[in-house]
């Protein structure tokens, strides 16, 4: 039986590219806690800052972050909407492998219950 799964397209493939790398991970890690300017973020990374910020950037198209700018202070905030498309392809994908385990598991008991009798 074929069943249809939603296409979530490039949205959750930014999404997990961006969360690949231990840097943006850490940097939105930094978020939750409060808004951050782009120093505040780059501080503990030993990185040029035009390389940190296209982390940032990284980040801003995947949607996980949004920024302002204040005159020459730009503030990223974190934007947990940006989850969603991953959050629904790991539901979708844990739900398909619970229905296949079920399965197994039900194939199993009735071949173990077949040679029993």
Same mark, same amino acid.
């Given at each position: 039986?074929?069943?249809?799964?939603?296409?979530?397209? $490039?949205?959750? $493939?930014?999404?997990?590219?961006?969360?690949?790398?231990?840097?943006?991970?850490?940097?939105?890690?930094?978020?939750?806690?409060?808004?951050?300017?782009?120093?505040?973020?780059?501080?503990?990374?030993?990185?040029?800052?035009?390389?940190?910020?296209?982390?940032?950037?990284?980040?801003?198209?995947?949607?996980?972050?949004?920024?302002?700018?204040?005159?020459?202070?730009?503030?990223?905030?974190?934007?947990?909407?940006?989850?969603?498309?991953?959050?629904?392809?790991?539901?979708?994908?844990?739900?398909?492998?619970?229905?296949?385990? $079920?399965?197994? $598991?039900?194939?199993?008991?009735?071949?173990?219950?077949?040679?029993?009798?």
């Amino acid at each position: 039986m074929l069943r249809r799964v939603p296409n979530y397209g $490039d949205r959750v $493939d930014e999404v997990f590219k961006a969360l690949s790398d231990p840097t943006r991970r850490k940097v939105i890690e930094r978020l939750v806690s409060s808004p951050a300017t782009t120093s505040e973020l780059a501080e503990p990374f030993e990185m040029a800052l035009p390389s940190f910020t296209q982390h940032l950037g990284v980040l801003e198209r995947a949607g996980l972050v949004t920024s302002t700018k204040q005159g020459r202070v730009r503030t990223y905030r974190l934007s947990p909407a940006g989850l969603d498309s991953a959050q629904g392809w790991l539901a979708d994908q844990r739900r398909l492998w619970e229905t296949r385990l $079920d399965q197994l $598991d039900a194939f199993l008991i009735r071949q173990q219950q077949e040679k029993q009798q």
